[in-house]
Nanobody, 113 residues
Framework: QKRLVESGGGLVQPGGSLKLSCVAS????????INWYRQSPGKQREMVAT???????DYVDSAKGRFTISRDNAKNTAYLQMNNLKLEDTAVYYC???????WGQGTEVTVSS
């Protein structure tokens, strides 16, 4: 069964860090580009970061310098390391593989003092 499962969300203070994980199953993970999206209440889902099959990464401007996307093909896992978190980073974060039409269930990140 093809699926994505995110984990690692939680409550963190401003300036703190979290590392999200996305574990894939049922696919040849290494050939796919992987996206991390987020959706805040009342807002549209936005793409935060992308890592291509060759390891090249790209980020939305608000994430540059703070977030790092990575992948471990041997573990079928993608990661999103988030540092210096801000209140506006509060959202549900989703892992996505567009060419496999896969979304995870999301993991909630709350940044609050």
């Amino acid at each position: 069964q093809k699926r994505l499962v995110e984990s690692g969300g939680g409550l963190v203070q401003p300036g703190g860090s979290l590392k999200l994980s996305c574990v894939a199953s049922g696919i040849d993970f290494r050939v796919y580009n992987i996206n991390w999206y987020r959706q805040s209440p009342g807002k549209q889902r936005e793409m935060v970061a992308t890592i291509f099959f060759n390891g090249v990464a790209d980020y939305v401007d608000s994430a540059k310098g703070r977030f790092t996307i990575s992948r471990d093909n041997a573990k079928n896992t993608a990661y999103l390391q988030m540092n210096n978190l801000k209140l506006e980073d509060t959202a549900v974060y989703y892992c996505n593989i567009p060419t496999a039409s896969l979304w995870g269930q999301g993991t909630e990140v709350t940044v609050s003092s």
